[in-house]
């Protein structure tokens, strides 16, 4: 596994042994910030089920200003710990220990993109989902950027978040959520 592009590219990411953590493919990585592309520079991220951290390293390497990296496994976190630091990222990054819910509660500003690629067929993306809505976590132009099995796709709408936009990759299928507008809100009341 490695960093795509940008500041840090070409740099090795420890990896885990064992299949506890399913790191994002760098085929499906490049592909979501494809997805991502100009949205990214000067952002504040957050990697929600960090695993490696690959996913938020990325994003910090093409000029996300910062990123919160929040696991609930304490090898995944040694990992996001030794993969920022051999990026030298450790001024960039929080590192949270815990579950996403203490992870969520534990960050004081807006979110421009969060990265979700909690473990598969686990039925966390509604809850995720409704608990970032909840929180008033993502920016006023913020995403949500959903990695999950084709199979367990999530809900079109969460709470006041919508899906605007889709990709499948093999078996892998990503989607993006933002605000729902005042129009969209309106269409769910009538």
Known sequence: ???ITGKYKGRRLETPVGNAVRPTSDKVKEAMFNLLMNDVYGSVCCDLFAGT??????AL??????????????????????NV??????????????????????????VDI???DPPYRAGLYEKVLEQVDFLDLLADD???LTECDSREIPPERVGGLIRYKERKYGKTWVGLYRHMTEEERDQDHE
């Open 85 to 110: 630091e051999k990026c030298g990222a450790e001024e960039d990054s929080v590192i949270i220990t815990g579950d996403f819910n203490r992870g969520l509660h534990k960050i004081r500003e807006k």
């Open 53 to 58: 951290g690959g996913l938020g390293i990325e």
């Open 114 to 116: 969060f990265l979700v």
């Open 61 to 82: 390497s093409r000029g996300a200003k910062k990123c919160y990296f929040c696991d609930i496994s304490r090898d995944s976190i040694r990992l996001v710990h030794q």
């Open 142 to 144: 913020g995403i949500i």
């Open 1 to 3: 596994m490695r960093v």
